[in-house]
């Protein structure tokens, strides 16, 4: 199995930036196609961004397009989510999630890490 770590959640006001990275053990990085998901204060999580195992393919909620960039290095073993023109409707817990090749839900998740969007 893989292990997984995310950092980098903060306060920040409307219009800036973070950058959320993801650290993976355990388990070869490269074999876990990966996502970021946010969950919200009262609602269900959902997902933001995923990259498959290589990062050839990367797709985007639409609430999001345009302003959040997910990417990985799998020499590095980590997960990065660059977030601009953040909004306060991006407050949420972010979670970084792996999901093995050949499987179809991600099975591996971090602890979560906050992000607060002041307006």
């Known amino acids: 199995q893989v292990q997984l770590v995310e950092s980098g959640g903060g306060l920040v006001q409307a219009g800036g930036s973070l950058r959320l990275s993801c650290a993976a053990s355990?388990?070869?990085?490269?074999?876990?196609?990966m996502g970021w998901f946010r969950q919200a204060p009262g609602k269900e999580r959902e997902l933001v961004a995923k990259?498959?195992?290589?990062?050839?393919?990367?797709d985007y909620a639409e609430s999001v397009k345009g302003r959040f960039t997910i990417s990985r290095d799998n020499a590095k073993n980590t997960l990065s989510l660059q977030m601009n023109s953040l909004k306060p409707e991006d407050t949420a817990v972010y979670y970084c999630?792996?999901?093995?090749?050949?499987?179809?839900?991600?099975?591996?998740w971090g602890q979560g890490t906050q992000v607060t969007v002041s307006s």
């Open positions: 990259i498959s195992r290589f990062g050839a393919t990367r």
């Open positions: 355990g388990r070869t990085f490269s074999n876990y196609f």
């Open positions: 999630a792996a999901r093995p090749a050949g499987s179809d839900q991600y099975d591996y």
